[in-house]
């Protein structure tokens, strides 16, 4: 027995340090945990060790690009050359964005941040009781509380006067609603339904691919004219799942003209890899373009990308800074690179901000994020702990004139396991509304200090420093 386990720890070992795109903190740390806990530690590798998204998926992923490029007619919008669309100073950030997604910057849009989560529902049911063509959904968390289900009903009412209504849930993150008889409703109503990485048998599953893989996108395209991007689910900001850190504090754009078509397309790719039903003719249907307007970008990541992508596009716009920085993110478990970009950023002398929750539904991540205050802090970054919720909202603006806003958080599920969506637009008037949303989570917050750091008791600074350490695993 000993030697069967000495075996098979010798072989995940050989494992781990074969395996492709894995950062040497990932490597040591499961290297520990397999030295450790041996066969358990074995097994924990193999269950969520590695990024899989599973053969077939990975395969109808690359497939769907490849037939949207052939068959998508672009439009004269879509073919503006970045000089045209942005600023000379920003192309490089639009230039790497293109590379993760093949989106190009595309003028002609414009954009309102709506609100709070009570507006943002409102506004989408009147856009959806407005919709003409077709109505396209994608909720990594979709409850069936007040504002979910005032969705529900709404689709259900396009679908009864002939919109063609499509919708995507995450199997997980939405795992209640899709089981519940309200999926069913809307699927009787005429609604197109799909559970987006579905689970089914959790063992046959693990065999497969990654469980915790999920598509995180909140998505939401409108008669290929009008989309939505921000960090909020499908539901009532109370989130009555995990009640005790309610309001969820979230932030969300409309956006009316051609960027509808790039997220039209990351709707695209995930409807048929769910469904047996090809979209691409959507992506053919000419593009509505307004006088002047936002130049913006999609940049949508996951899994079956390259795994540096996310961190990549956040440290270019930490570095393309001149002035100022601020950053909402509820999640912050960076890899070393972009802790490191922070700490540039503040010592190159660029005032730079970030805002935490000071409570995380999540104890794990909480722990680890306070692990960084102290490095970050001692650069000179601000950081705040925001009160009255947990802020959500995932937001970075730069020099009062570059905003990214969307789903993606500023941790290693996000750069690594999900399916995540992006907008990056260049607008100062856009951007000043993100700013004074931005001064609204400042306002609700306490600043955390060196000296609060150096006050911590050595119990806790042991223990967040430990949960630290699995980062990389996390």
């Known amino acids: 027995m000993i030697a069967l386990t000495f075996a098979l720890d010798l072989a995940t070992m050989a494992r781990i340090l074969l395996r492709p795109h894995r950062d040497p903190a990932a490597r040591i740390a499961w290297l520990v945990v397999v ?32 037939s949207m490029e052939r068959r998508r007619d672009a439009g004269p919008s879509e073919a503006l050359d970045f000089a045209a669309a942005v600023p000379e100073q920003h192309r490089h950030l639009f230039q790497l964005g293109y590379s993760v997604s ?14 709070d989560s009570n507006a943002v529902i409102d506004t989408l049911v009147d856009d959806i009781d407005a919709a003409k063509q077709h109505v396209h959904l994608l909720f990594y968390i979709w409850l069936a509380d007040n504002n979910g289900l005032k969705v529900v009903e709404a689709v259900k009412r396009a679908a009864a ?41 959790p063992l046959l599953r693990a065999s497969r691919g990654r469980i915790d893989v999920r598509n995180h996108r909140k998505i939401v395209v409108i008669d290929n004219h009008i989309t939505y991007c921000g960090s909020q689910n499908c539901s009532d900001p109370e989130f009555r799942v995990k009640a005790k850190y309610a309001p969820w ?41 307004e006088s002047g307007g936002i130049p913006a970008q999609v940049i ?23 002035r100022d920085v601020v950053i909402t993110t509820p999640y912050y478990v960076p890899n070393e690179s972009l802790q490191y970009a922070l700490c540039t950023t503040a010592r ?13 539904d999540s104890w794990i991540v909480a722990a680890a994020s306070r692990s960084y205050y102290a490095e970050l ?65 400042l306002e609700r917050s306490t600043e955390v200090t060196a000296a609060d750091v150096a006050s911590w008791t050595i119990p806790r600074r042991l223990w967040i420093n430990a949960v630290a350490m699995m980062g990389p695993v996390l």
């Not at 590798?45 to 497939?63: D, H, I």
């Not at 949508?300 to 001149?322: D, H, K, N, Q, W």
């Not at 190159?348 to 995380?360: S, Y």
Request: glycine share 10%; hydrophobic share 45%; proline share 5%.
């Open 161 to 201: 006067r002939g919109v063609v209504c499509r919708v995507i849930a995450d199997d997980l993150g939405s795992r209640a609603l899709i089981r519940s008889p309200h999926w069913q409703s809307m699927a009787d109503a005429g609604v197109r339904v799909a559970a987006g990485l579905p689970i089914g048998n």
């Open 102 to 115: 093949g989106f190009a910057p595309v003028a002609g849009n414009v954009g309102r941040l709506l609100p």
């Open 249 to 289: 504090v979230d932030a969300v754009m409309r956006f009316e003209g051609p960027i509808a078509r790039q997220n039209q397309v990351l709707f695209a790719i995930d409807w048929m890899t769910a469904v047996d039903e090809d979209i691409v003719d959507l992506m053919r249907q000419p593009a509505k373009t």
């Open 377 to 441: 802090l001692d650069s000179g970054v601000r950081i705040f702990e925001y009160h009255g919720g947990l802020l959500h909202a995932k937001s970075l603006t730069v020099d009062g004139s570059l905003t990214l806003i969307g789903s993606a958080n500023m941790d290693r599920r996000s750069f690594d396991l999900n399916f995540e969506n992006n907008i990056l637009f260049h607008d100062p008037s856009l951007t000043e509304a993100m700013r004074q949303r931005q001064s609204v989570y």
């Open 300 to 322: 949508g990541t996951g899994p079956t990308l390259r795994y540096s992508a996310m961190p990549e596009v956040f440290e270019a716009l930490l570095f393309a800074a001149r």
């Open 348 to 360: 190159r002398g660029i005032a730079t901000t970030i805002i935490f929750p000071a409570r995380n």
């Open 35 to 66: 030295g450790t806990f041996h066969i358990v530690g074995a097994v924990a590798y193999l269950l969520v060790g590695e990024v899989r998204v599973g053969r077939s998926r990975s395969v109808e992923r690359k497939r769907a690009p490849a």
